[in-house]
């Protein structure tokens, strides 16, 4: 896997070179109409890879219900910088192994993400979002088997993220969303295994004005 150090700083970088460039441009239109905003959203996750490795047999389920809680700040009436804590649920393997025996494994990934978030109208009370930023996992995996009893693993690490959606205005200060978000290279290759995963949920969200 990448040094995790050295990515996480030019990720940051990165990061930071599109955040000014963002605020630079919308300097004028921040002075509009300028929101803090909160919400909660619950939807289904997916791991992306996934493999079962075993020699015998093998089953693995790679989704789960996956959810968040966030907030941020609209600078712009196009434009705003959202942070937020994500739950990406649990991976599990059961199986056997001529060697192992029968062996468990769970996954657990969660962790904090910031981003920038853009908002493009379509009509109405209808906007279409797009989203890149940075993703600081946790992951704890935890295995057993029968030959060797059991153990743990925990990794930490920070990698991009980015998501589409749409966001409705119900009320002059609530909104639903329907997004798809990709959480990428989450875990370490070497430890606790390591995939993107996506989650595609509903959110609320509530303006303050």
């Known amino acids: 896997m990448h040094d995790n150090k050295g990515f996480a700083s030019v990720l940051s970088r990165i990061f930071v070179v599109i955040a000014v460039a963002i605020v630079a441009t919308t300097t004028v239109a921040a002075a509009e109409s300028p929101d803090w905003y909160a919400g909660l959203g619950f939807g289904q996750t997916k791991a992306q890879d996934i493999v079962c490795d075993l020699d015998i047999t093998c089953s693995a389920d790679d989704t789960d219900t996956g959810w968040k809680v966030f907030g941020g700040y609209r600078f712009s009436p196009n434009a705003a910088i959202e942070f937020g804590y994500v739950d990406l649920g649990e991976v599990t393997f059961e199986g056997e192994d001529s060697f192992l025996g029968v062996t468990k494994l769970s996954i657990e990934a969660q962790g904090f993400n910031a981003a920038l978030t853009g908002f493009l109208p379509v009509g109405g ?75 595609l949920s509903a959110s609320f969200a509530y303006r303050f004005r």
């Open 125 to 199: 009370s209808t906007s279409l979002m797009g989203k890149i930023g940075l993703f600081r996992w946790d992951v704890d995996a935890r295995a057993s088997a029968s030959f060797f009893g059991s153990g743990s693993e925990s990794e930490t690490g920070i990698d991009l993220m980015f998501g589409f959606g749409v966001s409705v205005d119900v009320t002059r200060n609530a909104a639903v969303r329907l997004e798809w978000e990709r959480f990428g290279n989450v875990g370490d290759e070497n430890v606790t295994g390591e995939s993107d995963v996506d989650l």
